[in-house]
């Protein structure tokens, strides 16, 4: 499965726009990029998935860049309870490693008042 | 609140011990999968099953692991002769094969300690 690198943490005000960055240089074509969340003791928390294009739910934005090798995760009016670890993970979407999950150690990141 | 719920929420279990775990997935979900999570550290995979086959264990997993899942439904994981290292949070999670994407929605954990 392919790397990622996402800064260790990183904070940002209640109410502002929180922007998490995520490499993933060695993504190859059937990779998918996942985003998941994990406050303190409970199990992670999907936020959204994308293959190539941009893509938008109610919890957050997903931008990937053109050549798929960096995107980066938008919350986009953060509050105190976004305050958790985000995981950045490429998953395979074939083969029998197909599903499994590899995280990496995240970014922390804390919602100040 | 995801659907997938985890039983119990903690254990306490003396070294040497067995414990079993119980994960009930979403009910339509054909996949389901086990973490493990240390401290400090993001979730390492286990196992997982598509219905009732397990298609992969990692190398983590040893000899003293054993997960099932009967019926395709739940599944159970459990560890024999407990040991101090295998303190950890036990994930489960589960996911409806469509497609090519694999979305998988995790439960609550259950915390082991292992004195």
């Known amino acids: 499965d392919a790397k990622t690198t996402q800064p260790p943490s990183m904070d940002c005000a209640e109410g502002r726009a929180a922007n998490l960055p995520c490499n993933h240089s060695t993504i190859s074509g059937n990779e998918y990029v996942y985003w998941y969340r994990q406050i303190h003791s409970q199990g992670p928390q999907y936020i959204i998935h994308?293959?190539?294009n941009n893509e938008t739910n109610e919890m957050a934005s997903l931008i990937i860049t053109e050549d798929r090798k960096s995107s980066t995760l938008i919350l986009p009016h953060a509050t105190l309870r976004d305050t958790a670890v985000y995981y950045c993970i490429v998953a395979n979407a074939g083969g029998t490693s197909y599903g499994k999950l590899t995280f990496g150690q995240g970014t922390i990141l804390t919602v100040h008042p | 609140d995801t659907g997938v719920s985890q039983d119990p929420r903690h254990k306490i279990t003396k070294r040497g011990q067995n414990v079993t775990f119980r994960c009930d997935p979403i009910?339509?979900?054909?996949?389901l999968y086990w973490y493990r999570q240390t401290l400090g550290q993001g979730p390492e995979f286990l196992t997982y099953f598509q219905n009732e086959a397990q298609l992969e264990k990692s190398r983590l997993l040893s000899d003293r692991f054993s997960a099932e899942r009967p019926k395709g439904s739940f599944s159970t994981l459990e560890i024999q002769r407990t040991e101090q290292g295998d303190s950890a949070m036990y994930l489960c999670a589960s996911s409806l094969t469509a497609g090519i994407s694999d979305t998988q929605y995790f439960g609550p954990g259950t915390r082991l300690t292992v004195l």
């Open positions: 994308g293959l190539k």
């Open positions: 009910s339509e979900h054909n996949r």
